[in-house]
């Protein structure tokens, strides 16, 4: 179904940044989008909890939640302050689209060296994350929009959330990105997101757009291995090794529906899922040029047109691996 948009009603209007459709249209919740639209409609005024509250239906404490959230994921920046009185007064402004400055510290950060931050992953008391977050407002914020996203914090979610942003230097929205995704797929246990982490700043996946493709491309994955599950008829997933037998198909861009040809064909020769069986005709296919099915239907039908007008020709029957290889590039089935 297409889909347009009726401009003869617009009046007047205002912008959404496009980070948040490039980026948050799928990890941000509904009250997180509402309160931005609503910010975004009075940029510029002054508005309290309350007015936000009132005119998204948000509570008063989801409606500052979801402030803080937009302004550590950058997207909005305050004038002002939210008070722990709900009637103080907001007002916020779109984040100018701008390169992040990498080497900006925050200001208690350069007032205060009290308490200096773990330079490796090391289990921090309770007494010592209170310090830390006492000399850190980056930290307490991050605390704040962490539990809006996965709940009450744990302490070993805390150290685990001081060691992502200072030893490993993911940035404040990078790690909110991440723990969104993580709530989103229901990962949120601490050795998930911290492997995830890991990797994120291994290969310099430190900036929103490389978060979020990096997010998209793991997203595409799942729904390709689902995809694989249910036209192989599997009630449960896939273990390390069919899952990289998967991740060569896709990489190597087999169609799924080439794939379901090729589990077809397995199920006829030897009448149970092999991946491995799978993966060898596959692979037969591909280095005699056919890439989809209609290929080698094609292929197929030439050649029994072939074998009728050569009455002489020996049937093969063999259905052993080998043999079947042997067989396959000349389309006898």
Not at 3 to 11: M, Q
Not at 79 to 103: A, D, F, K, R
Not at 181 to 186: F, Q, T, V
Not at 226 to 231: A, N, T
Request: charged share 25%; proline share 3%; glycine share 4%.
């Amino acid at each position: 179904m297409e889909y347009k948009v009726n401009c003869g009603i617009w009046g007047a209007m205002f912008g959404v940044p496009v980070i948040v459709a490039d980026n948050f249209l799928k990890l941000a919740t509904g009250d997180q989008i509402k309160v931005l639209l609503y910010l975004l409609r009075c940029s510029g005024k002054i508005c309290t909890s309350e007015d936000i509250s009132a005119n998204t239906g948000v509570t008063v404490q989801a409606a500052e939640d979801a402030v803080l959230f937009w302004q550590q994921a950058n997207v909005i920046t305050p004038q002002g302050t939210i008070s722990q009185t709900v009637s103080n007064p907001i007002m916020v402004q779109p984040q100018q689209p701008e390169p992040l400055n990498t080497t900006s510290q925050s200001a208690s950060q350069q007032q205060s060296t009290a308490v200096k931050l773990p330079d490796h992953k090391i289990n921090l008391s309770g007494g010592e994350i209170a310090a830390i977050m006492q000399d850190s407002q980056d930290i307490r914020d991050l605390f704040k929009v962490a539990e809006s996203i996965i709940g009450t914090l744990k302490n070993s979610q805390m150290n685990s959330i001081i060691w992502m942003y200072d030893h490993l230097g993911l940035k404040k929205e990078v790690i909110i990105i991440l723990l969104t995704y993580c709530a989103s797929i229901e990962k949120t246990n601490t050795a998930y997101v911290e492997k995830i982490a890991s990797a994120w700043a291994e290969n310099d996946i430190n900036t929103m757009e490389a978060a979020q493709d990096e997010i998209q491309k793991r997203n595409a994955t799942k729904d390709y291995i689902l995809s694989i599950m249910k036209k192989f008829e599997m009630n449960r997933r896939p273990t390390a090794k069919q899952a990289e037998f998967i991740e060569q198909w896709k990489s190597a861009g087999f169609q799924l529906e080439l794939i379901h040809y090729a589990y077809e064909k397995t199920i006829e020769q030897i009448n149970k899922l092999s991946f491995d069986y799978i993966n060898k005709i596959l692979l037969s296919w591909r280095d005699s040029g056919f890439m989809t099915v209609q290929d080698v239907k094609n292929a197929e039908s030439d050649f029994k047109k072939n074998k009728k007008g050569n009455p002489s020709k020996k049937d093969i029957k063999d259905t052993d691996m080998e043999g079947y290889e042997s067989i396959i590039n000349q389309f006898l089935y």
